[in-house]
C-alpha cells in the first residue's frame, strides 16, 4: 500500500449553474453544490478513497468552513497536518453557464501557511509527494512547495504535480512556471494548460513536448479522454460523456487514481484506465 504526501490548497467549492438571464436587484433559482474542495485536497481524499495511505498537509482558517473540510478530511480517512490561522477559509465559487465555466477564488488561508513549521518526520518512509500547481503561484505556499520538494528528494520520494489553469499559468510567466516544477516527474496537465505550457497546438504534439521536461504524465481532454505517457510509450483512453454536472474537481480525480494505481503496479494503461475511472465516478455521483 503507498503512502503519500499531499501539499496544497484546500477549499469549500460552491457550484452554481448559471441561468441564460439573470435578473438586476432579484432572485432567480437554480442549482447549487456545496462541496469539500481544493485541487490539493480533492486529490487527497480520492487517493485515500482509491487505497492509499494519504497525509495532507495544508491551512484552513479557524471558522466553521475550516470546521467542515477538517471533518471531510476525517470522513475519507485523510491523516492531516493543517494549520489554522485567523484569515477565512478558501473558497471557490464555480459558475457554469451555456458559454463556459467561471471560477472565482477567494485563496485565503491558503496563503497563510507556515513553511517552517513542516515537519521532515512527516516524509519518513512515504512513497510519493503530490503537490496542486496553485501552491507556485503563491509566495508563501511557493515557500512551503518547495521546502516539501527538497525533503522529498532527501527521501528519495517520486513527486506529481497538477498544474494550475492556462490564464494563470500565464500570468505567472510560462518558463517562470515551467522552472518552478522542474522537480516532478509526473504532472497532469488539461488540454488548455497543456497548450500553454508547450506552445502546442494537437495533443499528441503535446505529450511530446512535454515527455522532453516530465517522464511521466497525462494530458486530460474532458470528452476526449486522456493520453498517458511513460517515456516514449503512449497510453489512449476514451470516457463515456456525462451532460449538464460541472467537472471541478474531475482532473483532480484523475490524477488520484493515476497515482495510486502507477505506485502501486508501474503500468501507464492500467493508471490511465484508473485515473479516466475516478473521474467518471465524480462526475456521476455529482450528477445523482
Known sequence: MSRILVLGDINLDVLASVPSSLPVDGEVRTRVVVEPGGSAANFAR???????????????????????????????GVMHHLQRTIVQTGTIVSLKSNRGKTMLCSRGANDMIDPSLIDEDWFAGADHLHLSGYTFLSEVQRAAAKRAISIAKLHKMSISIDPPPANLISSYGVQAFLAEISAAGIVFPNLEEGRKMTDEDAPEEIVDSLSVRFPVGALTMGRDGSIAWDGKIRSVQHVAGIDGVDPTGAGDAFAAGFIVSYLGEQNLERANRAGSDAAYGLLMKRGN
Open 46 to 76: 480520492a487517493a485515500a478513497r482509491a487505497g492509499a495511505v494519504v497525509e495532507f498537509i495544508g491551512c484552513v482558517g479557524d471558522d466553521l468552513v475550516g470546521d467542515i473540510l477538517v471533518e471531510s478530511l476525517n470522513r475519507d
